[in-house]
């Protein structure tokens, strides 16, 4: 792509052998591509590495942790065959548009197939700066990197869509934020780094057959379906609708605020993205922001199926051109496929809480979802923690002690009404986690990392990966946080 800062910069790359890597992005959106290349790392050495992962990959991981492994992780060497490239997207940042953002200190390594035969994207955050750092310094600190791999691995185990974290790498170089880092890379994986500001990028370059790509490449990759449809454009758009709806429902099963919903920071493949100022529900509390920067509450727990809807408005404008040569017509079909999603996050919703209830087929979806709703407001009116008051409802179901929350008058009747449904509580405990990343074991695990200590980190990452089975010596990592803890916030950015 032609770019006043852009000059393309050679790499003078070794050959790092073990890894096909593609470079089909570069090759098929070359508009949407800056050819470039990672800045060197001066004193590469690996913090985590994603096993199971990478062998789904076909990486075997005693090669990664090689020196042309850890190559490959900094992108220092990159096989023959990629281009690796900084992606070109715009956005709606807290709802004000910012025409081009792109990957400011993020490259596209190139693509891969895993063992299945399944594409997937080999992707560097922290790698330095690239012609849209727009002043940044194009680097990623220890901490935040390892946040997004504890969290979205996670999120993976709980069986949210999520982008993938293969490796941390700490780079020897040193970053300034309010005080002097230790620099990191994360090397992730995505079934895509399509989000929904490339499509509003392409849509502002005023050049229909770059957008009839794009969308071919977004079908081909994430709704092969979609390609046999009458207008593959909408078929599309009501893919991601789908995909979107599932994946937010899933969110708001769990707790999880993702915290900054921004365009530029929602897929086209329904995969969570960009795990920045993100953090669980510890007490149930509706209107929970966690971002130091979204004074307005924009991306608060309870808006996000509202902001998703909203994402996806901005994705479907930039199709209308595809979708119908009238424009009046486009819209129509547009619309009423946004008119979809809530009843898409309604139906995913409910089948999510109508299991954590323990609640059989025989439960009508009226009586489902008046339980559910009626079982989250007594939580936000007490108060209590919203992943461990889930997971203690099994043991009432079989008859043990009640959670604190059905104390009250009103929660006794909530426990009888639910108790004469005879909810399933070994169902119930396949889907209720005892570990996720809990914003106090987060800020622990990567406070002693920062220090030098990844033992805190392993043992976290080794609780949440297996989410629903208790495990002895774990104790500590089921238990809610104490209110003593305060206010929580989270930067993003950095
Ligand atoms: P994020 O908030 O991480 O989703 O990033 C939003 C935009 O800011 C993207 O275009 C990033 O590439 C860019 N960005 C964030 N942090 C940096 C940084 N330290 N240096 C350069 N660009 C950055
Ligand atoms: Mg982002």
Not at 344 to 350: I, K, N, S, T, V
Request: aromatic share 6%.
């Amino acid at each position: 792509m032609s770019s006043p800062t852009a000059t393309r910069r050679e790499t003078a790359h070794t050959v790092a052998g073990s890894v096909a890597l593609d470079g089909r992005f570069a090759r098929e959106l070359p508009e949407l591509s800056i050819p470039w290349s990672a800045q060197t790392a001066p004193a590469p050495r690996l913090l985590a590495l994603n096993e199971p992962l990478a062998r789904e990959l076909g990486i075997e991981p005693t090669w990664l942790r090689s020196d042309a492994g850890i190559a490959l992780l900094t992108g220092s060497a990159v096989p023959e065959g990629a281009t690796p490239v900084a992606q070109a997207y715009a956005g709606h940042q807290f709802g004000g548009f910012s025409p081009r953002l792109g990957d400011g200190r993020a490259l596209l390594l190139g693509e891969l197939t895993d063992i299945d035969g399944a594409l997937h994207d080999l992707h560097l955050k922290g790698s330095g700066p690239t012609p849209f750092a727009r002043g940044g310094d194009g680097y990623a600190a220890i901490g935040p990197m390892l946040r997004e791999y504890i969290i979205s691995e996670a999120m993976h185990a709980l069986g949210v869509p999520t982008t993938r974290s293969l490796a941390v790498v700490t780079t020897g170089r040193t970053v300034h934020r309010e005080t002097a880092l230790h620099g990191a890379l994360l090397a992730r994986v995505a079934s895509s780094h399509l989000r929904v500001g490339t499509f509003q990028y392409a849509a502002t370059q005023d050049d229909r057959d770059l957008l009839h790509r794009l969308t071919d490449i977004a079908i081909a990759r994430h709704a092969p379906a979609a390609a046999e449809a009458e207008r593959p454009a909408l078929a599309l758009l009501d893919m991601v609708i789908e995909a979107q709806a599932t994946t937010v429902a899933r969110w708001m099963s769990i707790g999880f605020v993702h915290g900054v919903m921004n365009t530029d920071n929602m897929t086209i493949s329904g995969e969570t993205i960009d795990y920045g100022p993100c953090a669980f529900l510890d007490a149930y509390d509706p209107g929970a922001v966690y971002s130091s920067i979204d004074h307005g509450g924009r991306y608060a727990y309870r808006n996000q199926p509202v902001v998703a809807e909203w994402n996806l408005a901005r994705f479907a404008e930039t199709l209308l051109p595809l979708i119908d040569d009238d424009l009046q017509h486009a819209i129509g079909l547009a619309t009423a496929a946004l008119e979809r999603f809530s009843a898409h996050y309604a139906d995913a919703w409910l089948s999510l809480m109508r299991a954590k209830l323990g609640l059989g087929e025989a439960v009508s979806d009226e009586t489902a979802a008046v339980l559910a709703t009626d079982l989250l407001g007594l939580m936000e009116e007490a108060r209590v923690d919203y992943t461990s008051t889930l997971r203690a409802l099994s043991v009432c179901a079989s008859g043990g002690v009640r959670p604190v929350v059905l104390d009250s008058a009103t929660g006794t009747a909530w426990a009888e009404r639910w108790l004469a449904l005879e909810p399933d509580a070994d169902a119930m405990d396949r889907v209720n986690p005892v570990y996720i990343p809990r914003n106090h074991l987060v800020e622990e695990a990567l406070g002693a990392a920062t220090d030098g200590d990844l033992a805190p980190f392993d043992r976290l990452l080794e609780a949440v990966a297996r989410p629903y089975d208790v495990r002895p010596g774990l104790e500590r990592y089921a238990e809610a946080a104490t209110d003593a803890l305060g206010p929580y916030t989270t930067f993003c950015g950095t």
